[in-house]
DNA sequence: ACTATATAGTGCGATATCGTACTAAATCAA
DNA sequence: TTGATTTAGTACGATATCGCACTATATAGT
C-alpha cells in the first residue's frame, strides 16, 4: 500500500465513527427510560434473525464481551422485553426469547425513528444508498473475517 | 419518504455501527495500558486541526458532554500527553496543547496501524474509497447540521 | 453600575462496558 | 469410567460515559 492512501483509510473510520456516534444520540433521545441502543439492537436481532439464541451467540453476532452481554440481557428482563430459559440441549446455556412487550417495544421504536430517517431520505435519496450499504457490508465482511485470525 | 425504504436506512446505520465496534476493538488493541480510542481521537484532532483549543470546543468537536471531555483529557494530562492552560481570553476557560509526548504517542500509534490498513487495503483498494468517503461525508454533515435544530 | 442570564469547567452519582476470575456443565483423552 | 480440558454464564472490580447540579466568570438588559 502506497503511505500516501493511509489518511484516506483513517478518514473512513473517522467518518464512520462520528456517524455513528450521531445516530446512536438520535436513537436514543427516541428510547424511554433505561433503555439504550444496545437494549435495541439485541431486541431488533432477536426479531431479524430470530430468538431462542444463547447469550453467547448474541455476543459474537454483536461483538461484545460476554459479561456485557448478561448485564444488556439482565436490563432487557428487567424490564419484562426478554424472559430467559434454560437451554435444552445444553445444562450450562441458557436460549433468550423475545416477550410480545419486546416486540411491541421494538415495533415502536422502529417507527418512532421513520420521521427522522425521512429527514435524512430528503437529503439522501435511497438511490444513493442502494450503492453504499452493499459497500459498507463489503468492508465490515473483510473486517470480520479478518478478526478471527 | 416510501415506507419501504426505511429498512435500508436502517442497514445503512446497522453497518456503520458494526464496523465502529470493529475499527475501535482493532484500534484499542494497539494502544497501551489504560488508553482508549477517545484519548487518541482527541490527541489526533489536536494535530489535525489545532490545539489551544478550548475543552468545550473539543467536547463539541466529538460530539461528546463537556464532563466526559474532563475526563478524557484529565486522562490525557495523567499521561503526560497534553497541557491544560489558563484561557488568556476568557477566565472560565482553558486552552488545551498537546505535548512533544502527545505528539510522539499519536504518531505511533498512526504507523502501529498501518499494517491492519494495508490488510484492509489488500480487499478494498483506494480508488473505491475515493468515492465512498465523500458520501459518508455528506450524510455525516447533514446529521450533524440536523441535529442543531 | 447593577442585576439577571448565559457559559466554562468540574464534582458527584448512576449506569455501561469490559477484563479477570470463578462455578458448573460438557467434552476429550486415556 | 475417570481425570483433564473446554465452554457458558456470572460475580466482581476498574474505568468510561453521561446527566445533574454547582461555582466562577462573562455577557446582556436596564
Redesign the pocket.
Known sequence: MDSRDLPLYFELFNEIGIIEQLSRALFEARLPN?L?A?HFAVLNGLIRVRDGR???DLARAYQ?????M????S?LERHGLVT?RP?PK?????CVWITPAGRKFRDDAVAGMAPEMARLAAEIPPERLADLVPRLTEIRRFMDADREE
Chains 1, 2 share one sequence.
Open positions: 433505561g439504550l444496545s444463547t447469550p453467547l461484545v464481551p460476554k459479561t456485557t448478561t448485564h444488556t440481557l436490563g430467559l437451554n445444553d445444562g450450562r446455556s441458557k
